[in-house]
């Protein structure tokens, strides 16, 4: 089934791209010198794309999405978000192109261990100063979508880690975001579920017209994606989609 | 407060320990209060009963009768004063002998003009308005004291019957008496009765009315609660209720304040994780106020009602407490204020999370 989008088909619309980096750099002090984690990276992903990035350990790869997502300033450079620039944004205006826009899944869920899942799900809501009544029908369908309606009201504690995963993914969707940024969100689960858990992520970024950016390894590489990317060295190079994709895409 | 509540229901454990300590200072309050209402309804009831609006004493008495003697020139000078009556009060401690095997007794000897306003009871200006004798408050009826029993009044060659009773009361922790005015000079002066007296009370008229006689007359004026100063240890008790109470409230504003900068420490990734929803650090802090404000509430009135049940089942013994709704409600409305002052010094905390740790790239 398909959740109804909130937001207007435009900024959904294959040309502009959801999410454009610009030339950004960020760099992290080390010790008397300091270390560029990112070197003038530029990025740009249109609605309904899905990137995998790749790339070893500490090379980068978490401080990109947290750049992309907003989460972090980079030391220069441009991060577009649905055609907002927000380089000359305050701290309370990128968190409101944030809350109206992206959307992130964490590798361990990250739920909030108070809240059901349902409620995982309606806090997204309240946060966005949405009406209840609305809020829960949406959180129910979602749940549904990502095939966990029979365990709404579970706490986290009482759901296993693929489906703690599941409903992150749903609570992701909830925001209505345009932008979807994954940090290896298989990473903690065995082949068969994060192939679940993949091939959920994958079809909500087509169902739902998302531009996504998963960090991912292994569990990804038989899947069918757009583009691949691998950061080394402050350095992005696209590694080039598998044979058969475009194929499969048109 | 989405959030705040169901983390509340569901993890009643984390916040019992909190909300114990909180009730028990609330229990501590509520009795310290109703002791010192006690104390001042033991201290001065009797004074605050007399219907009169303000006092004048001699200059420099600092409110104490003992250290004041009026003439009646100084009546004389609020008596042409419009709409205000003025009558003579004498005051001074005594030490009564039963001359008939009763209980001995400490007063607080009131003289009035048995015609005056500060006489309310027709039996008690009869009763006064006859042969010299003394009205006592009820609560020596309850004693053992009867009509007609005889006092040896000390430092005079005074006996006199006991003529009635009238309302309970105190003043300076002794019950209060009344003699009409011509006995108590007699008692206090001799067999030179003096047109002397301790204070003028005065009913009725404003400051301004008044500060001008007043100051003719060379003395200072006194509302009633102004007047209670002087009662002795009177100043002393309820400054020491006040501080004990302040302390009380200081303790629970720290206590609650570490609570919740522990608490929000615990919480950092939660609230990284809020931030990085969208949530505005507004949100998160209303949040963790409401969540405080809702227990120390709750804590607060348990604490209450239960320091309410304790000071009924100690007040019907001989503690002075008594139970006062509007100091009790002042000590429920000023912990739960002093709850959200406490919990406000973790705010910067919350402030001061990124929520770039929502990734986990720092850890
Ligand atoms: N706040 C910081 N201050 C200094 N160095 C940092 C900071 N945050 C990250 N780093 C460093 O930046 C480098 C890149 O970190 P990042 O987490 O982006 O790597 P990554 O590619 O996600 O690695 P992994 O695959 O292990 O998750 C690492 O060497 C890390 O130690
Ligand atoms: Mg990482």
């Known amino acids: ?250 | 407060m989405f959030l705040a509540l169901r983390d509340l229901r569901r993890g009643v454990r984390r916040f019992l320990l909190l909300g114990v300590v909180i009730a028990l200072v609330a229990v501590l309050s509520t009795v310290l209060s109703a002791l010192a209402t006690g104390l001042v309804t033991d201290g001065i009831s009797g004074l605050r009963a007399l219907p009169f609006d303000r006092l004048a004493l001699q200059e420099g008495a600092e409110a104490t009768f003992s250290r004041s003697t009026l003439r009646g020139d100084a009546l004389d000078r609020f008596e042409g004063v419009d709409g205000v009556e003025a009558t003579p009060l004498g005051a001074s401690f005594v030490n009564a002998a039963s001359t008939s095997g009763g209980p001995n007794l400490d007063l607080a000897l009131f003289g009035v003009a048995p015609d005056s306003f500060l006489v309310t009871r027709d039996d008690a200006r009869g009763a006064l308005s006859g042969e010299p004798g003394l009205v006592l408050a009820s609560e020596l009826e309850d004693q053992g004291v009867s009509v007609g029993d005889r006092y040896a009044i000390s430092g005079s060659d005074l006996v006199l019957p006991v003529l009635g009773f009238t309302f309970a009361g105190t003043y300076g922790h002794a019950p209060i008496a009344f003699t009409s005015l011509d006995t108590w000079q007699q008692i206090n002066f001799g067999g030179d009765p003096d047109e002397r007296f301790s204070a003028v009370a005065l009913s009725g008229g404003s400051d301004d009315d008044l500060a001008g006689p007043a100051s003719e007359a060379g003395v200072e004026l006194y509302t009633k609660s102004e007047a209670y100063a002087g009662s002795p240890g009177f100043t002393a008790e309820t400054t020491t209720m006040t501080l004990i109470q302040g302390f009380l409230l200081v303790i629970s504003a720290v206590v609650i304040g570490a609570f919740l900068t522990v608490l929000t420490v615990q919480r950092t990734r939660q609230i990284g994780l809020l931030k990085a929803m969208g949530a505005s650090t507004s949100y998160i802090a209303r949040d963790a106020l409401g969540q405080m404000a809702i227990l120390v509430s709750v804590a607060t009135l348990c604490g209450v009602a239960l320091g309410a049940v304790l000071v009924t089942i100690v007040g019907s013994g001989d503690v002075p407490v008594e139970l006062n709704p509007t100091g009790t409600l002042g000590v429920a409305v000023s912990m739960i204020v002093v709850g959200l002052i406490g919990s406000a010094a973790a705010l910067p905390r919350i402030v001061k999370v990124d929520p770039v740790i929502a990734l986990g790239v720092e850890q």
């Open chain 1, 1 to 250: 089934m398909t959740v109804p989008a909130r937001r207007s088909e435009a900024t959904r619309g294959a040309g502009s791209p959801v999410l454009a980096i610009d030339r950004v750099r960020v760099a992290y002090p080390d010790g008397p010198d300091t270390r560029v984690i990112l070197d003038d990276v530029d990025l740009s992903v249109t609605a309904g794309e899905l990137v995998v990035l790749t790339g070893p350990s500490g090379a980068g790869k978490s401080t990109l999405l947290t750049v992309a997502g907003l989460l972090r300033r980079p030391d220069s450079g441009e991060v577009t978000v649905a055609g907002t620039p927000t380089a000359g944004l305050s701290q309370r205006q990128r968190t409101k192109v944030r809350r109206d826009h992206v959307a992130f899944v964490y590798q361990s869920a990250n739920l909030l261990p108070s809240l059901t899942a349902i409620e995982q799900l309606e806090l997204v809501g309240h946060i966005h100063g949405e009406k209840a009544s609305g809020t829960t029908a949406r959180a129910r369908s979602l749940l549904e979508r990502v095939d966990l309606a029979g365990r709404a009201d579970q706490l986290p504690v009482e759901l296993s880690g693929g489906e703690r995963q599941r409903v992150g993914i749903a609570r992701a969707l909830m925001a209505s975001p345009s932008l979807l940024i994954a940090d290896e969100p298989t990473a903690s689960l065995d082949p068969e579920r994060a192939g679940a858990v993949v091939e959920l992520i994958s079809e909500v970024t087509r169902s739902e017209g998302l531009a996504t950016i998963v960090v991912a390894h292994d569990a990804w590489a038989e899947m069918h994606v757009d583009r691949r990317l691998h950061l080394d060295r402050g350095r992005l190079s696209e590694v080039g989609p598998p044979a058969g994709a475009a194929a499969q895409r048109a």
